[in-house]
Each structure stands twice: as structure tokens, then as C-alpha cells.
């Protein structure tokens, strides 16, 4: 199995939460998806990320989605478990995700409109101590707090990564200087961007390709580790039209587009819950199709 650094500097594969036709969380469902995913060398699973619709759960459906993963993982690699909403909640799923084997934690930023940085240090040192101590990736994805402040969550005992998400490399590359360098900078707007973010010092990337299209990922990674950075891009145009897709609608189809894919290619995750658009336009469909055939994907 790898070690956490070595995972955190690989792919951050976003699971899907699947859905049965009543609506409930079927995890079963994610089998031979994550069987596919870790075959092909997906370095470290992620559960309860935004691709698996975090803000669409309850929280005792994100417990048990912590727990299902990481049985049907069985210690094949690290397991990342998001954690979030309010405190109480947040340190409940980290307590039952610490239970169920996760190796570390993914800290979603807070959303409320009134967060402060220094209350969000405390939040994040609660989620640690609720946990029993287990490391934890840090997801920003608003970087307008400020180098300092980014500075100080880091600093907080138990903080082994950052998953950067926002459009900022430069801003990326400040707060990778003010900060330990033995942490790593993951990045966090997938295969996208991954190439931009490499340049400026971070490593591994978020993917939710990797349900979909695993060996694409793992390709992508392989060229980026190699300094390849025209491979890399040359992989990456290849997979750009799903990735436009999922960004339509105010990345309101993220989600959607993956799980249309999904059914596409033969593993129905059912449809996603709203506020996430579902189904796909017709023209957004029309797109997916063509991006499946043209890589032999249907």
C-alpha cells in the first residue's frame, strides 16, 4: 500500500455517491468502479468530495459512505475522508470516518458567509482532536483569505496537504513558500489545470475522471511526474470536452456529467439530487456522446 505522501502527491480520485431508483445512497453500486479505478493505479480514493455530492447528503449517509468505502477499498490504498458542515456534524463524520480506517481527512472550507480565518484554525483543530489525531488535506477554494491566514491552517498540527481549487497559481506558489515545506499542494481543479499547478510546485491532482476513464488519468499523471508537459497536454485535450461539460451551468453539471457518463458506459450511480442539474440537455448529451465514442469509451 502507499504512503500517505506518496498518495497526496498521486491522483485524488472523487467517488460518486451512488443512488438507488428510490433515491437512497447504494454504495454497492461503486464495485466495480472502484475495482476499475485502483486496477489501473488510482493512487488514493476519495469519499464524501464534491463529486460524490457532499452538500446532498445527510450526515449519517456520509457516514455510512465512509464506511462502505472503505471496506470495499480493504487496505488497497489510502482512503481520504471529506469532512464538513457545521461543527457538531463535522466532528461526528470525522469520529465515524476515523472508525470505519480512513487514513486521513479532507477538510471542506467552510461555506457560511461568516467564517473567520481564525475561527476556522479552531474548527479544523476540533476535527483533528475528534478524530483522534488522523492527518488532514486542507480544500481551499477560496483563496481570499489571504497568504497568512492559509499560513496559519496549515500550521495546525496533523496538516499533511492542501487541495488548491482555485483558478490562482500564483497565489498558489505564495502560500507554498510561507508555509512547511514538507507539505504537499495537490491540485485541485483536475486534470485541467494540473499542468499549471505542477509548474509552480504542486504535485498530484483531484479527479473525477477516474470513474469514468481511469487510465486516462493515471496517463496524465505518469506525463506530469516525467516533466512531459507536452504529452501531458496532449492527453489532456483528449478529455477537455468532458471536463467543459461538467463546468457548464456554473459547474452545476460537475457532478452530472460524470454520472451521465457513467450510465453511458454500463454503471448506472443514478441521477444526481438538486440542487445539481439533472439530466443533461440535450446538447450537453450530444457532446458526452461524441466524447465517449471518439475515445472508444462506448
Sequence with gaps: MLD???????????????YDEAGEIAPA?????????LGAGLHMPVVNGNT???????????????????????GRAPVLAGIGRGIRDACALARASAEAGATALMIHQPPDPFVAPRG?????????????????MLYLRNDAIGTGAIADLCAVPGVKGVKWATPNPQKLAAAKAACDPAITWVGGLAEVWAPTFYAVGARGFTSGLINVWPERSLAIHAALEASDYTEANRLIHEMQAFEDIRAEEMNGTNVTGVKAALQATGFDCGATRPPSAWPL???????????????GLI
Excluded at 448529451?285 to 465514442?293: A, D, P, R, S
Design 29 to 37: 453500486k461503486l464495485t466495480p468502479i472502484l475495482d476499475r479505478a
Design 120 to 136: 476556522t484554525v479552531d474548527y479544523v483543530k476540533a476535527i483533528a482532536d475528534a478524530s483522534g489525531g488522523l492527518p488532514m
Design 52 to 74: 460524490g455530492e457532499f452538500y446532498a447528503l445527510t450526515t449519517d449517509e456520509a457516514c455510512v459512505m465512509a464506511r462502505e468505502v472503505c471496506a470495499m477499498v480493504d
Design 281 to 295: 440537455t440535450p446538447a450537453q448529451e450530444e457532446k458526452l456522446q461524441i466524447f465517449l465514442k471518439t475515445n
Design 4 to 18: 500517505l505522501d506518496s498518495a497526496l502527491a498521486g491522483i485524488s480520485g472523487i467517488l460518486v455517491t451512488p
